[in-house]
């Protein structure tokens, strides 16, 4: 509560990955040893952390602020990356500049839309808990995580968050290579929101050894493992939504001509994250994530399609066809 008693406003922290992507279509992947040339190729800003905090930036409501908290290197990518968060609003005094280069993800889209993709973490490698020393983390936070910062630090993470009273939000996107039942259960012993798509539940189910019927029976089934509130996204399908006292309801995916869903995980993400921030009663803030989430889909790219507060208001209060 601030000095006039008035609410002070939530905070999206969002501890994550910053990159570079650079994109090059071709005819056809290339196979081991060979050459494939292109005819040009784009550069765009990436990686779930930077995605995610723009979401959360682009869908805010009045008053709800976004600090990223990442890392880059001495590069003239890292500082195009910084202007690109704070020309979205986003505050990056807390964004580490190091001695590794900008982490940097190499894609190679075929004819027929199929993909292979190179990340190299860069400076995402080095990126420590203790970047959140200055952060201001306060029960008012939300803190967002994802899996492409290590491990140990996003546990860590996770912890000094929950220290003060803070919420967390953990992403299992992408799933580590070596998930275990004991990896998982610490990180996610101090957050309360685990949000998944359908091969990520899948991953975590198999780490507890975990079977059942259906999406929603088997989101209930972690739910219950890992004692934390389950969302599982499911594209077209909608989302599902568990709850640790039990309620489980579904939101179904606004239809829309779909053109890129690129983004779309990060979209919903980050727009729940800054939902929370708004004190949003949960199925309002689902909803809210999973129509920004379709919205994503009607454009290019990742962040470049991401919709705006605005739109996403405009899109909830339109008439039913």
């Known amino acids: 509560m601030a000095a006039d008693g008035k609410e002070t406003p939530g905070k999206v922290l969002v501890f994550g990955s910053l990159n570079i ?9 290339a196979r081991p040893g060979e050459t494939v040339l292109g005819p040009s190729y784009e550069q765009l800003f990436g990686g779930k952390g930077a995605n995610q905090a723009v979401a959360a930036a682009r869908s805010a409501a009045s008053g709800i602020s976004v600090r990223m908290i990442g890392a880059v290197g001495p590069d003239d990518f890292g500082t195009a990356i910084i202007a690109n968060l704070e020309a979205n609003g986003i505050d990056a005094g807390s964004i580490l500049r190091t001695q590794e280069p900008t982490g940097a993800a190499f894609i190679a889209i075929d004819s027929g839309g199929e993909n292979a993709i190179t990340v190299a973490s860069g400076a995402n490698r080095v990126l420590g808990a203790d970047a959140l020393v200055g952060a201001q983390l306060s029960e008012r936070t939300i803190l967002l995580l994802q899996m492409e910062s290590p491990l140990d630090e996003t546990i860590a993470a996770a912890r000094r ?11 299992l996107a992408p799933v580590p290579a070596n998930l275990t039942a004991e ?4 990180l996610t012993e101090a957050i309360e929101w685990l949000i998944v798509n359908e091969l990520e539940l899948d991953a975590a189910a198999r780490a507890l050894d975990l079977k059942a019927g259906s999406i929603t029976d088997l989101a209930s089934t972690v739910g ?20 640790k006292d039990g309620e489980s309801f579904i939101e179904p995916a606004m239809s829309v001509a779909i053109e890129d869903t690129t983004g779309a995980g990060d979209t919903f993400c980050g727009v729940f994250a800054a939902s ?33 507060f605005e739109e996403i208001t405009a899109a909830l209060n339109a008439p039913l066809p």
């Open 21 to 29: 992507d650079l994109v090059c279509r071709v005819e056809r992947i």
């Open 161 to 171: 968050a929950q220290e003060v009273g803070g919420r967390t939000i953990l992403n």
């Open 183 to 186: 990896s998982l259960r610490k």
């Open 224 to 243: 219950q493992a890992l004692d934390v509130n389950v969302i599982a996204t499911l594209g077209a399908n909608g989302v599902v939504t568990i709850t």
């Open 276 to 308: 929370l921030a708004a004190k949003l009663e949960i199925h309002l803030a689902v909803r809210r994530a999973t129509t920004a989430a379709s919205l994503a889909c009607r454009r290019t790219g990742a962040q470049t399609a991401m919709p705006t």
